[in-house]
């Protein structure tokens, strides 16, 4: 599930944005990819309630197949990205580099 203000800040960046009809299936394809898979959500849920019941050496191979898995999401993401940020002039992507700048801790 999406956390509540996740769209508004995605509406936000669109609308910063100001895309041209050229660019939407590029925006659509990485808005779909930036967006939580409820499936693999589930199956890292399961996979988290089944390490009590494993021994060390399974956990670890459990663990391994969990980055495995987080790691190919984020590459399809990342992509997704790429090929989005290549369809934006270079003030959009000064645009959606300041709005996507990861908070400072």
């Known amino acids: 599930p999406q956390e509540q203000g996740q769209d508004t800040s995605v509406d936000d960046l669109r609308a910063a944005l100001r895309l041209r009809p050229d660019q939407e299936r590029a925006w659509q394809a ?3 990819a930036s967006r939580p898979d409820p499936q693999e959500e589930d199956r890292q849920r399961n996979a988290f309630e089944r390490m009590g019941s494993l021994r060390a050496p399974q956990r670890f191979d459990l663990s391994i197949q969990m980055m495995r898995a987080e790691l ?3 590459e399809r993401r990342a992509n997704a990205l790429k090929s989005f940020y ?4 270079p003030e959009q992507q ?8 990861p908070p400072r801790r």
Do not use: C, N
Not at 86 to 89: E, F, I, R
Not at 94 to 101: H, N, P, S
């Open 94 to 101: 000064a645009i959606f580099d300041r709005e996507t700048l």
């Open 30 to 32: 990485f808005d779909q």
């Open 72 to 74: 190919e999401a984020t």
């Open 86 to 89: 290549a369809t934006l002039s």
